[in-house]
């Protein structure tokens, strides 16, 4: 079976062209301190958790879960995926409910089994849920609700700052996570670290589609893995991405400026004025 990029893209959480955000290569760095700040999260969380936006999807997921009649039909509900999938890491997988529901049933214990095949994202993402042995009863323990409903407040507060600064959120799951990788396999594995380990090395969202080992020379050959387990290391390469972030998304702003018809007359418009 042939795979498109665009299907690469959703698959691996590469960021499509296009993405809008502001935020300028130079506010880069200082974004990304004012974001890792003593108190900046909690503060931002805190906020978030008052947000209607938020508050309305968490009853909703919290009514559908209540009344779905199987585990299969829970994790094939619009309203429990849109905090269920974001809260494990997995926001942008929306679109791919039947691979979501078979990756998350199957045991991440089994290196044959989906999750695992699926890489690092996907099978932390089972293990957190268990409900490959707990079934529906499991994906409503209290614990796994609360669980699953603060990594969805984070990830809303977190998204949100990628409005003022292109990829500040990943940056920052970046810093979380980086030192838990064991090999090259566990970075291309998990989605948000291929983001952020590519775009700081400059390598293509093509790259994508090329096998697996060959990916993973592209990023040995420019990386040391060991560097992950050096927290100033990873604080480099979270500030290279978001500079190469924040570069791609002017470049696509651009773009997409010159061929907006009602931008060009507005720019028309302030030429003929001058």
């Given at each position: 079976m042939n795979i498109t990029l665009a299907q690469v893209q959703m698959l691996f959480g590469v960021s499509p062209a296009g993405a809008a955000s502001s935020g300028t290569a130079a506010e880069a760095i200082p974004a990304l301190r004012r974001a890792t700040a003593e108190g900046a999260e909690e503060k931002g969380i805190a906020r978030e958790e008052k947000d209607p936006v938020t508050i309305s999807a968490l009853a909703q997921f919290r009514t559908a879960l209540h009344k779905a009649g199987s585990i299969e039909?829970?994790?094939?509900?619009?309203?429990?995926?849109?905090?269920?999938?974001?809260?494990?890491g997995l926001a942008g997988q929306e679109g791919n409910i039947a691979l979501a529901r078979k990756a998350l049933l199957s045991n991440p214990a089994d290196q044959k089994g989906l999750a695992a095949q699926l890489g690092a994202t996907w099978k932390r993402a089972a293990e957190t849920l268990g409900v490959h042995a707990s079934g529906l009863d499991g994906l409503r323990e209290s614990k796994l609700v609360q669980t699953l409903t603060e990594g969805y407040v984070k990830y809303q507060y977190r998204s949100g700052l990628d409005e003022r600064q292109a990829g500040i959120s990943d940056a920052l799951y970046f810093l979380d996570a980086a030192s838990g990788a064991g090999d090259v396999y566990d970075v291309l594995g998990d989605a948000v670290m291929r983001r952020v380990v590519t775009g700081a090395l400059g390598l293509p969202d093509q790259i994508a589609v090329q096998p697996v080992e060959t990916q993973g020379r592209a990023v040995t050959s420019r990386l040391d893995?060991?560097?992950?387990?050096?927290?100033?290391?990873?604080?480099?390469?979270?500030?290279?991405?978001l500079i190469a972030a924040a570069n791609k998304a002017a470049e696509s702003q651009a773009a997409n400026a010159a061929t907006d018809p009602m931008a060009m007359i507005a720019s028309l418009a302030v030429s003929l004025r001058a």
């Open positions: 039909g829970a994790l094939s509900d619009p309203r429990i995926l849109k905090v269920l999938l974001p809260a494990l893995i060991a560097d992950l387990k050096d927290a100033r290391q990873v604080r480099k390469l979270a500030e290279r991405y």
